[in-house]
């Protein structure tokens, strides 16, 4: 079937072995997530100086600390001796310094080698030029945001501008104060798909009526089939009988003070590429940040966001977390059973997007874009 054979409602997919070949996921991995801005670590994890996190992006570790002056410097997780990797834990605490645990190079919270063996016999090393790797990092909506490329792209049209792209204006987001919200519970997935299935899969809700009977009972619209991304600035609005976003329709908690009336009872989805998807709703927040880790394997860590005070209280939260997390499971597991397909003689040209998914089209235009570099 070529793009000439398929009828006027529906547009071609990608091809199945997008979704397969080692090859184009080693040129996903380079010229997409070793290339933009990527979303690393909320920043409360990194509660004091020498708290680490050790993310992987694309086909480098990351190691993102707290240097003893309040930063947040993030580093490659590399000895600049012998190439052993530094820390093998995920999280962590130090009280001064990072040491190698084959030769003993240490170095400090700001990347700087201050010791190892016979150092001192050794004048000609510069404890700078001779320090960890520094990558470039940013802060925004409570996350630390790191860019391997030597010159990183612009932050506010990349990340930022796709808040503008999705709301019609990034000031909307400040309403819902994200950077001052606090981790309320933190599910994280291993899904054995393709990154981009679940990217897809959260553009788009022409399968909510299928999968999510919570979900449309807490948003209505959704069971025909029209996502909230497919507007700009429309946020979904609940149910008449529907009290909060919660997995009975029950009342959640306070509400964000920022949030306008305009925004109360509705749901907001945001996909910023590559790897994040912003939930807002007026009394939370769901970040998700996807670790794509093999090209049939994605890693998806999911933070639920609500007030200081909330979380503080001890509020229960089970009935707001249990909505999602359940659309969570049912998302995954659609997508883990579309990843065997992908290798099919079946799905060897791909498949078709119905006329409320041809937006995701727009999205397989811009990896194909960003692929294309690979042949510049």
């Known amino acids: 079937m070529t793009t000439r054979d398929l009828p006027p409602s529906v547009i071609a997919t990608l091809p199945g072995g997008h979704y397969t070949d080692e090859r184009l996921f080693a040129l996903e991995q380079e010229h997409i997530f070793e290339s933009m801005w990527f979303c690393a670590v909320r920043a409360s994890d990194l509660g004091r100086p020498g708290a680490f996190r050790t993310v992987q992006v694309g086909r480098e570790s ?104 999705r709301l019609g204006d990034e000031e909307l987001i400040g309403n819902y104060g994200v950077d001052a919200l606090a981790v309320g519970r933190r599910i994280v997935y291993d899904v054995k798909a393709n990154w981009k299935l679940i990217v897809e899969n959260f553009m788009e809700c022409y399968h909510c009526a299928t999968i999510h009977p919570e979900l449309t009972e807490v948003l209505p619209e959704f069971a025909g089939g029209y996502a909230a991304q497919s507007f700009v600035g429309h946020g979904a609005r609940f149910g008449e009988d529907v009290q909060g976003f919660t997995v009975d329709g029950s009342e959640g908690v306070e509400r964000i003070p920022g949030v306008s009336e305009d925004q109360d009872r509705r749901y907001y989805a ?12 007026p009394d939370h927040v769901i970040i998700h940040r996807m670790f794509p880790l093999a090209v049939d394997r994605t890693v998806v860590e999911c933070d639920w966001l609500f007030r200081e005070d909330v979380v503080a209280e001890g509020r229960d939260l089970g009935p707001s977390v249990e909505l999602f997390h359940r659309v969570n499971a049912q998302d995954f597991e659609a997508c883990e059973r579309c990843q065997p ?32 570099r690979a042949s510049v």
């Open 341 to 372: 397909a992908m290798s099919s003689r079946a799905y060897a040209r791909g498949g078709v997007l119905v006329p409320s998914e041809h937006h995701i089209g727009v999205f397989h235009d811009w990896v194909l874009g960003r692929l294309a």
């Open 62 to 165: 990351v190691l993102v600390t707290r240097a003893r002056d309040g930063s947040v410097r993030a580093f490659l997780n590399v000895c600049r001796h012998r190439g052993a990797r530094l820390r093998t834990e995920e999280s962590g605490e130090v009280k001064r310094a990072f040491q190698c645990p084959y030769h003993a190079w240490t170095y400090d919270l700001d990347g700087r080698l201050v010791a190892a063996p016979n150092l001192t016999r050794m004048p000609d090393i510069d404890r700078v030029e001779y320090g960890l790797i520094n990558v470039h990092v940013r802060e925004w909506l409570g996350y630390v945001w790191v860019c391997l490329a030597g010159e990183p792209p612009s932050f506010e049209a990349d990340v930022v501008g796709e808040v503008r792209t």
């Open 270 to 281: 945001i996909t910023i590429k590559p790897q994040v998807f912003v939930n807002l709703v």
